[in-house]
Antibody, heavy 122, light 108 residues
């Protein structure tokens, strides 16, 4: 069974950098059959895809955050990380990581981690 | 960028059929996936590749995709189906993930 567990600071000050980690168990993030993604959900709002780390090493980002976000992996720890710089209150959200089946246009997220809530406030 | 449009809410009586639409330009050319999110929980994949039920999902759930609309259908709706439902595609022309705005299913 594949399990994903996000962890993060909970509270970040405006203009600072948010760093999140997703620990994966039951699967290797080095596998060439899957990629890894981050999705967020602002309070009371819908899901927003943020970034994907393809198993080839390519990365993909939502245009609205591309200048501030970085996704990376640590294969030694079997972890995926997300870094978001210069945060504002609008970055307050639950952040989910998910395994991503990436077969060109056929591309879905399963399973998902439970999510970690991040508040941006001074 | 590609946009997916869902109705904000759908209401249905127990035992009846719920249909949740997901509209997009020529969406039939894309592979559509559906997620169920119960309050306070992470989303769960229910349908992938337009119409394939994910492992463990009841046969009451089905999907279709034609023209400009993909549809999630839930037959014999139960109280436990009450949740938010999201459609999702990968826009391979721009290599971007896209979610619909979500539909809140209320079981009356």
């Amino acid at each position: 069974q594949v399990d994903l567990q996000e962890s993060g600071p909970g509270l970040v000050k405006p203009s600072e950098t948010l760093s999140l980690t997703c620990s994966v168990s039951g699967a290797s993030i080095k596998s060439e059959s899957h990629s890894w993604g981050w999705i967020r959900q602002s309070p009371g709002k819908g899901l927003e895809w943020i970034a994907t780390f393809h198993h080839s090493g390519d990365t993909y980002y939502v245009p609205s955050l591309k200048s501030r976000v970085t996704i990376s992996v640590d294969t030694s720890r079997n972890e995926i990380s997300l870094r978001l710089t210069s945060v504002t209150a609008s970055d307050t959200a639950v952040y989910f990581c998910a395994r991503q089946l990436f077969l060109g246009p056929i591309n879905w997220f399963d399973p998902w981690g439970q999510g970690t809530f991040v508040t941006v406030s001074s | 960028s590609y946009v997916l449009t869902q109705p904000p809410s759908v209401s249905v009586a127990p035992g009846k059929t719920a249909t949740i639409a997901c509209g997009g330009n020529n969406i039939e050319s894309l592979s559509v996936h559906w997620y169920q999110q119960r309050p306070g929980q992470a989303p769960v994949l229910v349908i992938h590749s337009d119409s394939d039920r994910h492992s463990g999902i009841p046969e009451r759930f089905s999907g279709s995709n034609s023209g400009s609309t993909a549809t999630l259908t839930i037959n014999r709706v139960e109280a436990g189906d009450e949740a938010d439902y999201y459609c999702q595609v990968w826009d391979s022309s721009s290599d971007l993930g896209v979610f619909g705005g979500g539909t809140k299913l209320t079981v009356l």
